[in-house]
């Protein structure tokens, strides 16, 4: 059995179907920070949510990219980008963003 989290979830319970479709929208934005490619999905806050993501490339979001990076100093990285609620608020604007553009594409 995988470890508790959240709503009583564990890492391993499968995932909703809005989960999967928020989860695979931060994955297609670029790097909230720096707007590079690939990104790596950070699960934001406690409990973690698959609701609660950020886009990050590898050098803002690993430990060994150093100063700079996410889970090298979350609170350096907060001092620099933003509050948690504020950085989540900015996702949501982007595949807000990111889905009128794709639904323009049909018109």
Known sequence: MGQKVGNGKTRRDHKTKAERE???AVAALPCIVCGCWPV???HEGKPRSNMRLLPLCPRHHRREFGP???HYSPRAFYAAHGSS???LARVDRMIAQ???Q???NWF
């Open 85 to 87: 609620d504020e950085l």
């Open 102 to 104: 794709i639904l323009g």
């Open 68 to 70: 700079g990076a996410y």
């Open 40 to 42: 790596e999905v950070h």
């Open 22 to 24: 928020h989860m695979a």
């Open 98 to 100: 990111n889905d009128d």
